[in-house]
Every structure is written in C-alpha cells, then in structure tokens.
C-alpha cells in the first residue's frame, strides 16, 4: 500500500490518497483501477485502517478469483483544509462529497494514469464505497455510466440521488448494492433498488445480517471484486 499526494485544482491544495498495487505490479503490464469511498467520518485513511482492503484483495489475486487490480482510496471530501471537520455533518462538509465528482474526474483519475501503468477506458474502471462513499459511487458512476464497468455500494446513505443517475438498460454498469439487515439507512439501498428496477436497470441488491458498519463493508468490497470486477 502506497500513500502518496495528488495536486487538486478543485480545492487549491496538495491531497492524500493510498494505492494498493498487486503484488508483482510491472510497468510493462497494464492494471484496471478500482476508487474505493469512505463515510461521512472518514479520510483516505478509513479503508485502510479498518477495512483491511490489502488482505482482501491479496487473498481474492492468490486464489485466481480476482484479476491482478489497483484500488485506489482517495479523501472523498473535496474541501481545503480535508481534514475530518468538528461537525461531519454541516452542509459545507456534505457539499464537499459532491464537490469530490469534480475533483475525481479533472485532477485525481488523470494524476493516476500518468502515474500507473493502467488502463484508461471505461471497461477497466470501477467505483465502490461504503455509506457516504457509496451514496458517492452511485451518484458518480451511474450518472457517468460511461466512464465505470462496475459500481458498487455498501450501506448507501441518503446523499444518494437518483436524479443524477443517467443510466439506462443499454448503457448501464455492473450494480451491487448491498445492506445490513438492520442498518438504519436500508431505506437508502430500497430506494435506488426500487429505482433501478422500476427503470428495468440490471443489477444485483442483496441484504445480509449486520448493522451499519465494517463486517458488512468489508463483505460489500470482497463480493464487489470477486464477483463483479472478477
Ligand atoms: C444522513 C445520515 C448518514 C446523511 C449521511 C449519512 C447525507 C452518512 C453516514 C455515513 O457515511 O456513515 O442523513 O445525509
């Protein structure tokens, strides 16, 4: 895992973010590139310091169930300073996760191309996040169903809005939701179900046992690329 520093014309300052590269990572091949999302509280350190992203994606490589990917963990709040604010949930601070789309497209994705040897186009980038950042990777994804292979939210939290999604049967990503059983957000997930499928969207929404928290989003990340990046 790499932490190292993008420069952001969105927010005028210098931002963090990890990269995992798979082991044996060579310049001479090309990777698929995975941006995984934070919640409401978290940093680009979140994923890292309880998901345990590396072992799950180590173990999915070694196993032959996941080709070799990057996952790329960015600071999904787009504000300067980015530091995790006193009040997580103030309109700046929400303004700021939709603020990230900008910053995602115009300053992190190409600072990650010219930077890894990875792929660019559209079959080979996939968007995921938990809670905040899953609200995050539907409204990004799916309301730029040209840009993503693979979307994928866990926990989705009420920054979800279908009216930025601009994806239709033909044109639509792979889609997993999943959810707690008794997370309080589930109305969330329900809701961009229901949309999806009202809409005649393929995609897959599961719910498993669990509240709104790691077990299940550590569950949402493994399932996400052993069965939908693959
Ligand atoms: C809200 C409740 C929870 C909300 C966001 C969250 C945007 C996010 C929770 C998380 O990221 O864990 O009403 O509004």
Redesign the pocket.
């Known amino acids: 895992m790499i932490k190292t520093t993008y420069y952001s014309k969105t927010t005028g300052v210098d931002r963090g973010v990890h990269v995992y590269l798979p082991e044996g990572y060579s310049p001479q091949k090309k990777y698929p590139v995975i941006y995984v999302l934070?919640?409401?509280?978290?940093t680009e350190d979140e994923w890292i310091q309880h998901g345990t992203p590396k072992e799950i994606a180590d173990s999915l490589i070694q196993q032959g169930l996941l080709k070799p990917v990057i996952l790329v963990f960015p600071n999904g709040r787009a504000m300067n300073p980015d530091t995790v604010p006193s009040d997580i949930?103030s309109p700046a601070a929400?303004a700021a996760?939709g603020r990230f789309e900008e910053d995602l497209f115009q300053n992190l994705i190409p600072f990650i191309e010219k930077t890894y040897s990875v792929y660019t186009d559209r079959a080979h980038r996939g968007i995921c996040g938990?809670?905040?950042?899953?609200?995050q990777a539907l409204n990004i994804g799916l309301g730029n169903p040209d840009r993503f292979a693979w979307v994928g939210a866990f926990?989705p939290?009420?920054?979800t809005d279908t009216k930025l999604f601009r994806v239709t049967a033909r044109n639509a990503p792979k889609i997993y939701i999943l959810c707690g059983e008794s997370d309080y957000?589930i109305s969330v997930s329900e809701g961009a179900h229901q949309y999806l499928s009202q809409n005649k969207i393929p995609h897959t929404y599961k719910t498993m046992p669990g509240a709104?928290d790691w077990p299940v989003w550590k569950a949402g990340l493994k399932t996400f690329l052993q069965d939908f990046v693959r």
């Open positions: 934070h919640g409401i509280g978290g949930f929400q996760f938990l809670s905040m950042g899953g609200g926990s939290a009420p920054n957000l709104h």
